[in-house]
């Protein structure tokens, strides 16, 4: 099983930004596609970005493109969401997950994987 831990989540006001880190924990992200989820309550997960195994390839939601940049440094062993111009619809528990599909997919069933989840807060 492999272990992932996000963090980086707080509370933000509108307009704010955040960035999101996701660490891999005993094994090296270098060959996974990762993506990052997200649940407000009372809804479905929805997937929110990811990012193919060699950086090449990103894909992202329509509610966030245009504010939400996913990076990877395979150095640090890490993945990284940066959330600009955050709105209340933006609240929820942010995961990642790890898949060995070389392709970017926002598909949750592709992911095995998956960290806790980091909590964001988007409020006035």
């Known amino acids: 099983q492999l272990q992932l831990v996000e963090s980086g989540g707080d509370l933000v006001q509108p307009g704010g930004s955040l960035r999101l880190s996701c660490a891999a924990s005993g094994f090296r992200l270098y060959g996974y596609t990762i993506g990052w989820f997200r649940q407000a309550p009372g809804k479905e997960r929805e997937g929110v970005s990811c990012?193919?195994?060699?950086?090449?390839?990103?894909d992202y939601a329509d509610s966030v493109k245009g504010r939400f940049t996913i990076s990877r440094d395979n150095a640090k062993n890490t993945v990284y969401l940066q959330m600009n111009n955050l709105t209340p619809e933006d609240t929820g528990v942010y995961y990642c997950a790890a898949t060995n599909l070389g392709f970017a997919t926002l598909s949750s069933e592709n992911f095995a994987s998956w960290g806790q989840g980091t909590q964001v807060t988007v409020s006035s």
């Open positions: 990012i193919s195994s060699s950086g090449a390839s990103t």
